[in-house]
Structures are given as structure tokens and as C-alpha cells.
């Protein structure tokens, strides 16, 4: 069965650092998110991608990080300049398009631990 | 906003015994309702789910009904195994809107041979 895929399982950086999470969707899903999970907390919604561009973000997404798909199979999570406060459990989703096919798959996720 | 609440853990029990854990969502259409699940150390599972008003999720003898009247999916299963030990989490989605997944803040579930 397909999956979502999420590189590295773990990543810990110094604060003031730019880190990149990767994930790679399901190869049909069309739709893409970020969220994360700090540790002891509920799941928080970051950011949608759709069509090459963002198509909502929360009040956590500032402007310290930034999305992209580079090529037709990766799906990123940039942080410009870490914060200690970035630590938690960094999840993406994809799902497939149509507003009948709403569920969200998601990866294993990535602990970063921020220094 | 749309929001989903669900009861406070941790629970435990004794395997074979029943499970409820509650959760209740408030929102100003017909949001899609979720359970997933987050075993030790892994991600989020999709564990059911249902899309409208009396709708019944069910997997893994896990179940959850879809109550409008009661704004509730409450997750039910009669006996409870040590492996169902994890956290659950209840989650809707609203209506109109696929991207911004709500979750609840989840329920620690540990299970006692």
C-alpha cells in the first residue's frame, strides 16, 4: 500500500539554523500539508500546498519558514533560522484532489530538536 | 473557528475490557470526523472515519458514530487489546474546507494484561 515518507526520522541543529524536512507524498495525492505536533501537544495545522503554491497557512507559519516542491515527487519544509521553540514532531500529508476524497494520509513524521 | 474537544486521558484498562473515549466537535456546517491513532514512536494512522450525519466509521473492531444531534464521534470498542495501547486522536475537517485538519489533543490509552 502506498505511503507518505518523511526524511530524516530525526534531526537535531543549533538554534539560528536553516533545516529542510522532506517528505514524499503518495505519487497520485495532489494536495500537501505540513503540520506538527510539540511534544505533549495536540497536532497543529501549518500549511497547505496545492498547484505549486500555498494554498492556506496558519498563524504558525511566519515568515521563517517556507514550503516548496522542487521536482515532481518531493515535498519540503524549510526554517530559515531555527528557534528552541521549533522542537516537536513534523508531519506532512497528502491527499487526493476532489472534495470527496478529504482524508489525509500521513507520514511516520520527523523529530527535530532544536539547541 | 471549527474545533473538536475530546476527553482527557490518560486511560487505562485491563485488556478485554470496553473503551469509550469521548470526543465532541462544534462547527457551522457538516465537518468531515476522524480518528486517527499514533502508536509508540510512529506517525499518524487513519484509524475511521465518517462524513456525514449518522454515518458509522469502523476498523480493527473500533467504531464511531457520526451523532449531529449531539455534535459527538465518540470511538467505542467492546474489548481492548494490549497492542491497542497508543494515542488516539479525534479530528474533523470542514465542510467546504480539505486543507485545515482540527485535532483534538489527544487520549493516551495504555492497556494492562
Known amino acids: 500500500e502506498p505511503e507518505v515518507t518523511q526524511t530524516p526520522s530525526h534531526q537535531v541543529t543549533q538554534m539560528g539554523q536553516e533545516v529542510i524536512l522532506r517528505c514524499v507524498p503518495i505519487s497520485n495525492h495532489l494536495y500537501f500539508y505540513w503540520y506538527r505536533q510539540i511534544l505533549g501537544q495536540k497536532v497543529e495545522f501549518l500549511v497547505s500546498?496545492?498547484?505549486?503554491?500555498?494554498?492556506?497557512k496558519s498563524e504558525i507559519f511566519d515568515d521563517q519558514f517556507s514550503v516548496e516542491r522542487p521536482d515532481g515527487s518531493n515535498f519540503t519544509l524549510k526554517i530559515r533560522s531555527t528557534k528552541l521553540e521549533d522542537s516537536a514532531m513534523y508531519f506532512c500529508?497528502?491527499?487526493?484532489?476532489?472534495?470527496?476524497?478529504?482524508?489525509?494520509?500521513f507520514g511516520p513524521g520527523t523529530r527535530l530538536t532544536v539547541l | 473557528g471549527d474545533s473538536v474537544t475530546q476527553m482527557e486521558g490518560p486511560v487505562t484498562l485491563s485488556e478485554e475490557a470496553f473503551l469509550t473515549i469521548n470526543c465532541t466537535y462544534t462547527?457551522?456546517?457538516?465537518?468531515?470526523l476522524f480518528w486517527y491513532v499514533q502508536y509508540p514512536g510512529e506517525g499518524l494512522q487513519l484509524l475511521l472515519k465518517a462524513t456525514k450525519a449518522d454515518d458509522k466509521g469502523s476498523n480493527k473492531g473500533f467504531e464511531a458514530t457520526y451523532r449531529k444531534e449531539t455534535t459527538s464521534f465518540h470511538l467505542e470498542k467492546g474489548s481492548v487489546q494490549v497492542s491497542d495501547s497508543a494515542v488516539y486522536f479525534c479530528?474533523?475537517?470542514?465542510?467546504?474546507?480539505?486543507?485545515?485538519?482540527?485535532f483534538g489533543a489527544g487520549t493516551r490509552l495504555t492497556v494492562k494484561p
Open positions: 500546498f496545492y498547484n505549486n503554491e500555498i494554498s492556506e
Open positions: 479530528a474533523l475537517i470542514p465542510r467546504g474546507n480539505n486543507n485545515d485538519m482540527r
Open positions: 500529508a497528502s491527499r487526493l484532489a476532489g472534495v470527496l476524497t478529504d482524508t489525509q494520509y
Open positions: 462547527a457551522t456546517g457538516y465537518p468531515s
